[in-house]
């Protein structure tokens, strides 16, 4: 037999043992015990690789970094090690893909072939079908930044941006969207990028050996201890379950499946399991089973080769990493650490195993059919509903409405409003809220929106209340026709600038704090009704928020109910809470929604005092009012009207969901700047003194045509508008398509722009 | 012949088969009621992830583990600092009961070290309370069963903030024997089963 393990030569390739680690290492510690006498012969392609000083590896096959090596030599290199007999085990994603395209399925080769890449391809890891997983809900990010943004307020944040094939990044904004795209897009020179789902839940894994289709051995790994970018630390090794085993090794037979993998998966509070990723390779933890009596690859080897391996006894179901220093080799010294570029405050090395440039090269190559493959299923964002189409619709009218004699002369920046989007905006929502039974519902108008007097109008017009936060705003609600009955007051400083000026009795008032609530009280109870309702805003403990009173602290929630209690009983008591489910998502707003109610019941129960009035809102995105909000407010009632027996109101206040389609941004270009690579920027007589908002979700771009007719620009592209500020921030839109036919002075609308970026606005570079 | 081991863990069960499982008591007024109430809405709050299995993680970050007086009222609750493993395992069983789940109360005995027992002793001994939680380098120890399936349940260690699991058999900080309270659970319930193990309820089981 050890004649035998002499004869075996053995490569392994990925050998990056950091942090982050290949699985070359761990393959060579695993074949050592199984195979004392055999070669094994470590492959990197970075004299930086750690692992090339590990001291299980005989020989070092050290290589040129992926951009320098000439890959028809290195694959005829490859095949002439291959037909002497040794055997390949590689450690890298993108080498394997690469391996079974060139060297198609030689059998020394223990890689998976081509067809089954295929299979596992990350998001939708369409081989999976059959077994008892899920696959996160995913979007590529090469549609449109609206239907990204819909799919992130549909999930709610965070989610990841995810590469093609390593790295992802927890984003929990729209700017951090933006943001993750570029960089990784940057990394890995490709635009394939997607986001997905976070699952919140235990991450567990399962690692296989496979040979030509048939299912060697698998183990279950759950992750013991984690590093800071989630990669394995420690783990607990057990054997698969049957209701997971058996579809596997049948995907494995489907699939004829050659070598090591591994399955990412995340177990969620309900027990599910979610797929995240099937690499096809070992994973880095492999010596960890090992350990455990699993050696898989000395299985694999021996069941390509039929030489048998050495057993070993098991030393423990779990593993750890620990830190170890090992004397570097002597033939491969250290290199300098390099001196960062200019501008770069300390040294980062990213991707020792050169797997960027390896993604780059091979986007020329059939591996590239892989590589670029978009996913299959999709689990697409709702599009064209009825609403939103009719929405956009009214938009397309608007702008075809806009004179373009008048255009010529238009005195940009200058704001666009749109009569019909507007009415159809607040026609339906109280055609939404028309609930003539207890609880009523009533929708409300938030003046700081956009106090418009259009806006105001309209709202006045279908009946809606007035939310106000300042005395001035109340003065101006008061001055479109709106009564002291139709107001609502809420905020932190709602008695700014004049102190509580004598007024007739608003609708309702909602304190902001325990302070304010008892003042508030002292005044009712000897001067003035100040309100019909009286309520306090609530700070939901899971969320960040400045606002309201914070009764995850058990001192503020007593205060409140025994304030609650004195409330004198002619009031009606209303509790108010205001999100926007932009910033969290929807499924997040409707558990706070779920969470307030129970708030409520606390008081109820507490204080004895039925809670009557619940103020809702805080931000709707326009889509979202129409399609989630507005569909369910029948739900909305009856969940809350179970929760609070004794409610007989609830305001809706939607925010700019209300207004942000009704206006438009014109602005004229002032310069195009052209580059050789295509890259066009356009500065604009725009400002994000004009769209303060501009970063928190995407505007539609529109370029009105100098003959008439207008497109929307469209998104991804490569080029990018800025503002005529000279500020580095002014950047109004970025990786967006520019037709090269736009000239200086055409005009550039920016839609979506009627709520807080009008109505936050400021003058700025006007002297 | 019983190891040396196995007659520490007998002389154990012995002496904590008198335990019962930590409650918190209450008034019947107002007091206890807000204390209550305010428990109930913030463990819903904390629902993140909307999944009524979801551990109350949050419980641990409220509240510090180490001794305590008893007996315990929920109007003292949410003043107090720290709660021992008891009061911690009956908090989490009352946020899982009031999402609608059912629960046991869990007794384990854990092994750690007689290093450690006599730290705990010290420490128990400092606020003038009784460490007779403590026997030898055995522990008694409390967490909360949670219904999953059909008997089935999983096991909730709040002052660890983790799902106990029966794998692991002996060494440090491991369960060594364990006892399942089903009493007051509306229907008869003779065993339960947690993960591959199917354990007698009311009934001290020696697992490892």
């Known amino acids: ?232 630390w420690a783990g607990h090794i057990s054997r698969v379950p049957s209701d997971l085993l058996d579809p596997l090794r049948s995907v494995i037979q ?129 599009k064209d509903d009825e609403s939103d189409t009719a929405l956009w619709n009214l938009i397309r009218v608007e702008i075809d409405r806009i004179d373009l004699k008048l255009s010529a002369k238009l005195d940009t920046p200058k704001w666009l409003f749109f009569e019909s989007v507007a009415y159809f905006l607040f026609e339906s929502m109280a055609r939404a809220s028309n609930q003539t039974t207890v609880p009523i519902v009533k929708a409300a108008y938030s003046v700081k929106t956009n106090p418009d007097a259009r806006f105001l109008d309209l709202a006045r017009q279908f009946g809606f209340l007035a939310e106000t936060i300042s005395q001035k705003e109340i003065d101006k609600a008061v001055s479109r026709g709106f009564t002291m009955e139709q107001i609502v007051l809420n905020g932190p400083g709602k008695w700014w600038p004049d102190g509580r000026r004598r007024r007739a009795p608003l609708h309702a008032l909602f304190c902001d704090s325990i302070e304010e609530f008892e003042n508030v009280l002292k005044v009712i109870q000897t001067d003035h009704p100040l309100s019909q309702i009286i309520g306090v805003r609530i700070r939901p403990p899971q969320i960040v928020s400045r606002f309201g009173i914070p009764v995850a602290s058990f001192d503020a929630f007593r205060k409140l109910v025994q304030l609650v209690k004195i409330l004198p009983s002619g009031y009606k008591l209303g509790i108010h809470f205001h999100i926007p489910s932009s910033e969290i998502g929807l499924q997040a707003w409707w558990r706070l929604f779920d969470s307030m109610l129970n708030w409520g019941k606390a008081i109820e129960a507490a204080s004895g005092r039925k809670i ?50 009704a206006m438009g941004l014109a602005t004229r270009v002032l310069e195009m700047r052209r580059s050789v690579s295509g890259t066009t920027e356009v500065v604009v007589d725009g400002s994000i003194a004009e769209l303060p908002d501009i970063w928190h979700y995407p505007h539609r771009v529109v370029w009105m045509r100098p003959e008439g007719s207008w497109k929307l620009l469209e998104q991804p592209g490569t080029s990018r508008i ?46 | 012949m019983l190891s ?94 009031q999402r609608g789940l059912s629960v046991f109360s869990v007794q384990l005995i854990q092994r750690f070290s007689l290093h450690d027992a006599y730290h705990w002793d010290r420490k128990w001994a400092e606020k003038g309370l009784l460490s007779n939680w403590i026997s030898g380098s055995l522990v008694y120890h409390e967490a909360c069963a949670v219904l999953i399936g059909p008997n089935q349940v999983r096991v909730w260690d709040p002052t660890d903030n983790t799902w106990l699991r029966p794998s692991q058999c002996g060494g440090y900080a491991t369960t060594v024997a364990v006892r399942f309270v089903a009493e007051g659970y509306p229907a008869k319930i003779d065993v339960l089963k947690w993960e591959y193990l199917v354990i007698p309820s009311n009934t001290w089981i020696k697992i490892c």
Not at chain 1, 171 to 200: D, G, N, P, Y
Not at chain 1, 747 to 763: C, E, Q, V, W
Not at chain 2, 11 to 33: N, Q, R, T, W, Y
Request: negative net charge; charged residues 25%; proline residues 8%.
């Open chain 1, 612 to 661: 009557q009035v619940i103020d809702i809102g805080g931000g709707f995105f326009p889509e979202d009012l129409q399609m989630e909000i507005q569909t369910r407010i029948s739900h909305l009632r009856r969940s809350a009207l179970r929760a609070l027996p004794g409610l007989e109101e609830i305001i809706l206040e939607p925010g700019k969901a209300l207004t942000q389609p």
């Open chain 1, 722 to 767: 800025m503002g005529r500020l000279c500020m580095e921030g002014d950047i109004l839109a970025e990786n967006i398509n520019v037709p090269r036919e736009i000239r200086k002075g055409d005009i550039l609308i920016f839609l979506d722009s009627g709520s807080y970026d009008r109505s936050m606005s400021y003058a700025f570079g006007r002297g």
């Open chain 1, 1 to 232: 037999m050890a004649k035998e393990q002499r004869r075996l030569v053995i490569y392994i390739s990925g050998l990056y043992s950091g942090p982050n680690p290949s699985p070359g290492v761990g393959i060579a510690r695993s074949l050592r015990a199984a195979y004392p006498n055999a070669t094994l012969v470590g492959v990197d392609y970075s004299n930086r690789s750690s692992g090339l000083h590990w001291v299980d590896f005989d020989e070092i096959w050290l290589q040129r970094p992926w951009d320098e090596l000439d890959l028809k030599e290195y694959a005829t290199q490859i095949k002439r090690i291959l037909k002497g007999g040794a055997l390949w085990i590689s450690g890298l994603d993108l080498e394997t893909i690469w391996l079974a395209d060139e060297l198609a399925e030689h059998p020394n080769l223990l890689v998976p072939p081509v067809s089954a890449l295929n299979q596992v391809k990350k998001p939708a890891i369409p081989a999976c079908e059959g077994m008892p997983v899920k696959i996160p809900p995913f979007i590529p990010t090469s549609v449109s930044e609206r239907d990204l943004y819909t799919f992130c307020r549909k999930h709610g944040w965070p989610v990841w941006v995810k590469g093609p094939w390593y790295q992802a990044r927890l984003v929990r904004s729209w700017r951090e969207v933006k943001a993750a795209c570029a960089e990784l897009a940057e990394t890995w020179a490709t635009s394939t990028l997607f986001l997905q789902k976070h699952i919140v839940g235990r991450e567990e894994s399962i690692a296989f050996a496979a040979y030509r289709g048939e299912l060697l051995d698998a183990v279950y790994m759950e992750k013991r201890d984690i590093t800071p970018e989630g990669k394995t």
């Open chain 2, 4 to 97: 040396d081991a196995d007659k520490e863990l007998n002389s154990a069960v012995e002496k904590f088969s008198h335990f019962i499982p930590s409650i918190i008591l209450h008034h019947g007024k107002d007091c206890c009621v807000m204390a209550h109430e305010w428990f109930k809405a913030l463990d819903i709050s904390f629902l993140i992830d909307g999944s009524i299995y979801s551990a109350p993680s949050w419980i641990r970050s409220q509240w510090k583990w180490g001794g305590m007086d008893w007996p315990l009222f929920w109007c003292q609750v949410p003043d107090l600092k720290t709660l021992d493993c008891g009061a911690l395992a009956a908090l989490s069983c009352e946020a899982f009961r």
């Open chain 1, 254 to 382: 489907h699939l004829e499946w050659t070598g090591g993998a591994e399955l990412e998966m995340m177990r969620d509070g309900e027990g599910d399991l979610w797929l995240l990723e099937w690499n096809p390779r070992f994973p880095a933890w492999i010596h960890g089973s090992t350990i455990a009596g699993y050696n898989f690859p000395a299985l694999l080897v021996e069941r390509a080769t039929g030489i048998p391996y050495v057993t070993s006894e098991p030393q423990s179901p779990e593993f750890t990493r620990v830190v170890l220093e090992v004397p570097a080799r002597a033939e491969y010294p250290l290199p300098p650490l390099p001196e960062p570029h200019p501008g770069q405050s300390i040294l980062i090395l990213k991707h020792p195993s050169g797997m960027p440039t390896l993604a780059k090269r091979l986007r020329n190559t059939a591996a590239s059919i892989i590589i670029k493959r978009t996913p299959d299923t999709i689990e697409l964002v709702k």
